[in-house]
């Protein structure tokens, strides 16, 4: 463990009040973004992190204790105005995101609010395309607008896989031309005999 982390992280992990933050890195194929849910510019691990002022949301991290593999949701309320400009890029840049790596990172901070370290990595996954919504009108305060991107990770839904069973059309996605399935329907009920002299 202490080649993981810093002898000043393993210390302030022990401390009784830890003092943390989620920060994201989004790998957009048009480049990479940063963002943490401060009020400022955050400079940690040679990147600049852009403030969400406490309108983003992060949803599914944690151990499940069974083995299996989750997605995380990363969320943000409160649109236009952010410094991502996420709704943009739900709008206009979708191909360029789609299937593209977010990583979310664990950043301690000492007790004056500075940072300690590198940021520690906890979440990969790829982002599947993003989904913008907006709340009804609650009087005079209006409807907020946010998008949410989900986020998976190498191994969600590996027990399908894709392409899997013994059809023609399956076996034209693997290996286009391939008519090696193509007859399935006509031999089911066929018998064969072999050898035949």
Same mark, same amino acid.
């Given at each position: 463990?202490?080649?993981?982390?810093?002898?000043?992280?393993?210390?302030?992990?022990?401390?009784?009040?830890?003092?943390?933050?989620?920060?994201?890195?989004?790998?957009?194929?048009? =480049?990479?973004?940063?963002?943490?849910? *401060?009020?400022?510019?955050? !400079? @940690?691990?040679?990147?600049?992190? /852009? &403030?969400?002022?406490?309108?983003?949301?992060?949803? =599914?991290?944690?151990?499940?204790?069974? *083995?299996?593999?989750?997605? !995380? @949701?990363?969320?943000?309320?409160? /649109? &236009?105005?952010?410094?991502?400009?996420?709704?943009?890029?739900?709008?206009?840049?979708?191909?360029?995101?789609?299937?593209?790596?977010?990583?979310?990172?664990?950043? /301690?901070?000492?007790?004056?609010?500075?940072?300690?370290?590198?940021?520690?990595?906890?979440?990969?996954?790829?982002?599947?395309?993003?989904?913008?919504?907006?709340?009804?009108?609650?009087?005079?305060?209006?409807?907020?607008?946010?998008?949410?991107?989900?986020?998976?990770?190498?191994?969600?839904?590996?027990?399908?896989?894709?392409?899997?069973?013994?059809?023609?059309?399956?076996?034209?996605?693997?290996?286009?031309?391939?008519?090696?399935?193509?007859?399935?329907?006509?031999?089911?009920?066929?018998?064969?005999?072999?050898?035949?002299?």
């Amino acid at each position: 463990m202490s080649d993981f982390f810093t002898a000043e992280q393993l210390e302030l992990l022990t401390a009784s009040r830890v003092y943390v933050s989620l920060l994201v890195k989004f790998d957009w194929a048009s =480049g990479p973004q940063y963002a943490w849910n *401060g009020n400022t510019n955050l !400079v @940690t691990g040679g990147n600049t992190f /852009l &403030p969400m002022h406490g309108m983003g949301n992060i949803e =599914g991290l944690g151990l499940s204790g069974s *083995g299996a593999s989750d997605s !995380v @949701t990363i969320s943000v309320a409160g /649109l &236009p105005d952010q410094a991502l400009d996420f709704l943009a890029k739900a709008l206009e840049d979708t191909p360029l995101i789609d299937q593209q790596l977010v990583t979310v990172y664990l950043q /301690l901070f000492d007790d004056s609010w500075q940072t300690v370290g590198n940021p520690i990595p906890i979440f990969w996954g790829f982002a599947q395309p993003p989904k913008v919504s907006r709340s009804e009108m609650q009087g005079t305060e209006g409807a907020v607008q946010s998008i949410s991107i989900v986020a998976e990770n190498a191994f969600f839904n590996r027990s399908r896989p894709p392409y899997g069973r013994n059809t023609d059309r399956d076996q034209q996605a693997r290996s286009p031309g391939d008519k090696f399935f193509g007859f399935v329907s006509s031999i089911l009920m066929k018998t064969v005999t072999y050898p035949d002299y």
